[in-house]
């Protein structure tokens, strides 16, 4: 099957908005096993519009459209594909039901103009909007599949993957898994799993890399439930026997929730200092609803002072080993532990540059120190990049590393 | 001038890689006045290569291409849009000796498909790449103009601002500024200076928004460069006289970068005390190179205990006042002076939610105190949204006070 998507919208070509929708509807076509060959952006323009279409009846099977069904004399693109194709435009009375409840219910006046979104080509079925007002399009036409989206993302991908999926899949169903690694860069990882990727045609697996950490995304289609189960099961264990020391979680959720997940059921309560990632980690850690359970307070000591006068560390240590050193980063941790009472204290130490390195200590080169009642690790790092590329990557390790050691010996 | 943009790669086809190209270069059209109607993507495939370029010559008069330019076998486009114009490829000794001397000075062996990259079509002009290996191409045809570019995102947009701008935009000038703001919505901002932008069609404004900053792009194109900067700095008074309050920048800035700057200029040192934000300030702030010279510590107090210990919050504040309040905010920020010694010292409080809040203090509702060894403020606010854009509003909010506070009061 030969797909193209055309988005509709002249906040595309005017470059007020990425077309960010293309880019969904891509993937998941792709992991459906479905080619896209083309796609195609234009302002609402009927004369435009109509030469697209036809265009794109040409030379592919499947054409989704995004964008133009709203209420207004410029959304137009259901009024031009049933004109180009020489289809009726049937008004629909469940939608028009539907569309002055809803204004009832949200206790709105409907403006007529709203009622042109309740007709839909003549052989076509609607497509629910749970988001907002307009309804998609899912129409069979000679051989041809013609889908119409509503170009708010939202609305779009909601629609996409709720009731244009269960019509495009014909009789298979979809199992579809996420991996989430870290430490492992996209070409090694691709490498490794090469031959697991390119096995079994009924199994898509793509990879996606995004500031230190890859997802793996898993999709299998099939007839039979229990197969494509079996069939996800058997090609997660086979990757996790490759690249397992790299993964962190087989949920779609980020490293240090993961960490928070492992304290709130340990009942730990964690501190952190940091010195070269300035405040990112507990940034990262307090994005997370209900983070208060589990966190005492996070000292961003960036000064020697800050770190003698809030952490202990001592005046000798700094003048003999350097702020960035070891022997910093385990008297920063354990002057938190004693500091604060909690249960675990991570430390960050570290040279983000771009200034600030020298031979023996380069840029990169950072000191993760974790303590606890019982004991204490220190994990030594050079990372490459640009200053904030060094914070972004120090704090997915030190989430990382705590998560391995709150695992291993807590 | 009607342009179309076609963008070739499988990687864009099979939904691995976001087409930001596309939008860069429609906003750059937009600025000069060239409308953009036609954005086309396609794998490195002949056939289909040749049929777009075909399609796209019979309606537009610029063709910009990126992508397929390398050295490999399936970097096509150089050679597919020669031959669909029935022109030649011939080699370019300048290229030639350029490309054989970038590989000598980085030793490396050149491989011999790279000569591939200096052939260019018989009467076009390259363009020089300053950051990889493939030229780019501009050509005139039948009055139609045609320009190839890399796909790496900053070989091409390096290549299009430096190359490529100046031999579209005829005989004019250009001039662009940017306006930066703060707490003001993108809409009461457009309709604010409405007449501005469409009093003259020399000038192009527009607005970008994104969490909670707005930008104003202004461009101004003609013959005479004098004029251009004097309807240039009228454009910004007229901009400011309707929205200077909500200014922070006209340079191409971050709101903390513009404190930094204010500080490093007074010799003042800053410290941070952080509740709902998380350490979200600081590591916004230490993002900056060099923010040593003006940054002691931070410290996230997350804790009612931590308040107290680290900041000496006194408990009969924290029980008849509530966390989230001014007197707390203001005890935060005056603890943290008296702790640290610093100058200025900046306290965030506030509810980020989700839950935590009640009638009285709704989720959102956020304190910001700001302390010097003269005087002290403490600002109430609300932010709509969720956990993370609460947050976020409150950074960009806490900067913003910090540099009034800064210019006018210190």
Redesign the interface.
Known sequence: MRAEIISIGNE?????T???N??YI??????LGI?????????DDVH?LK??ID?SLR?VDLVIFTGGLGPTYDDMTKEVVSSTLGLKLILNDELKEALEDRFRKNNRKMTPNNLKQVYIPEGAKYLINEIGTAPGIFLEWNDKVIVMLPGPPKEMKTMFDKYVIPLIKQDNIIEEKIIKTIGIGESQLESAIEDIIKENKDVYI?T?AKEGIVDIKIVVKGKNKDKLEKLLDDTIRKIRSRIGNYIYSYEDERIEEVVFKILKKKNMKIA?C?SC???????K???I????EV?????????N??KM??LNVSPDTLIKHGAVSKETAYEMAKGLME??GVDVALSVTGI????GGSDTKPVGLVYIGICTKESSKVIESIFNGD??SI?NRTYLKAFNELRKYLLLEC
């Open positions: 595309l070509l005017s470059g007020d990425l077309n960010t293309t880019y891509t993937r998941r076509l792709t992991e080619d896209v060959f083309y796609h195609t952006s234009v302002n435009i030469d697209v265009i030379r793509a996606f952190f940091e990632t300035g405040g990112l980690i507990a940034s850690f307090t994005r609803p209900g983070v208060s966190f005492d307070r996070a000292l961003v000591t960036y000064s002072t800050s006068e809030e500091k604060t983000a540059g771009p200034s200053r904030v914070q």
